[in-house]
T-cell receptor, first 115, second 111 residues
C-alpha cells in the first residue's frame, strides 16, 4: 500500500520568511496530493491540492509542486504570518481508486511562525 | 449548517465499556471515513464506506465496527474499550475520493 514520508517534523521560521515542507510517496499510481492544515484542537482542513497531471499550483501565499518522477511533492508558504502556525499534513491517494482511494497521510509538520 | 458533524465531542469512559460515536454529513458525499489521531498527531485511516459497502478495513481490532444506516451517516462502535484506544477520532467524507471534509473530532479518553 501507499506510504507517505514527510519532513521536517518541526519547522520554526520568523514572520515574513518562507516555509517549505516536503513529502515523498511510494505508490507510483497515486495521482491526488492534498495538503491539510490543523490548528490546535481543531479539525484538519484542506488548504490546497494537486493532481498528477499538474506540476505546480498556487493559491495566494501557498504553492504546491509535484515531481512525479521522483515521487515527491512540496508545500511552499511565502510571507509567513503567526496565524500560519499549525500542523500541516501531506497526503496521497489514487483518485477513483476504490479501496486504493483512501487518503494516506504523512506524519505532519508542526510549523511555528515567530513574530 | 455543519457539513460533517460528529457526536459526542468528548467521551470519557472506563476500560471494558462499549461506546459509540456518531457521524453525519450533509454534503451529499458518496464516501465516509473514520480516522484515528494518536497523541503524536498521526492520522491513520480505520474504515471507509462507499454506497453502504465497506471497501477497506485496515489492521484495526475487531472491537471496532463501523455502522452505516444510510449514505449520510457512519457511526463507530467500540466494544471492550482499552487504555490504548484513547485518541481523537475524526469522521470525514468525500466525493469521488478527493477533497475530504473532516468532522470536528471526538476526544476519547479511556480510564
Amino acid at each position: 500500500g501507499e506510504n507517505v514520508e514527510q519532513h521536517p517534523s518541526t519547522l520554526s521560521v520568523q514572520e515574513g520568511d518562507s516555509a517549505v515542507i516536503k513529502c515523498t510517496y511510494s505508490d507510483s499510481a497515486s495521482n491526488y496530493f492534498p495538503w491539510y492544515k490543523q490548528e490546535l484542537g481543531k479539525r484538519p482542513q484542506l488548504i490546497i491540492d494537486i493532481r498528477s497531471n499538474v506540476g505546480e499550483k498556487k493559491d495566494q501565499r501557498i504553492a504546491v509542486t509535484l515531481n512525479k518522477t521522483a515521487k515527491h511533492f512540496s508545500l511552499h508558504i511565502t510571507e509567513t504570518q503567526p496565524e500560519d502556525s499549525a500542523v500541516y499534513f501531506c497526503a496521497a491517494s489514487r483518485e477513483y481508486g476504490g479501496s486504493q482511494g483512501n487518503l494516506i497521510f504523512g506524519k505532519g509538520t508542526k510549523l511555528s511562525v515567530k513574530p | 449548517d455543519t457539513a460533517v458533524s460528529q457526536t459526542p465531542k468528548y467521551l470519557v469512559t472506563q476500560m471494558g465499556n462499549d461506546k459509540s460515536i456518531k457521524c453525519e454529513q450533509n454534503l451529499g458525499h458518496d464516501t465516509m471515513y473514520w480516522y484515528k489521531q494518536d497523541s503524536k498527531k498521526f492520522l491513520k485511516i480505520m474504515f471507509s464506506y462507499n454506497n453502504k459497502e465497506l471497501i477497506i478495513n485496515e489492521t484495526v481490532p475487531n472491537r471496532f465496527s463501523p455502522k452505516s444506516p444510510d449514505k449520510a451517516h457512519l457511526n463507530l462502535h467500540i466494544n471492550s474499550l482499552e487504555l490504548g484506544d484513547s485518541a481523537v477520532y475524526f469522521c470525514a467524507s468525500s466525493l469521488l475520493y478527493t477533497r475530504y471534509t473532516f468532522g470536528s473530532g471526538t476526544r476519547l479518553t479511556v480510564v
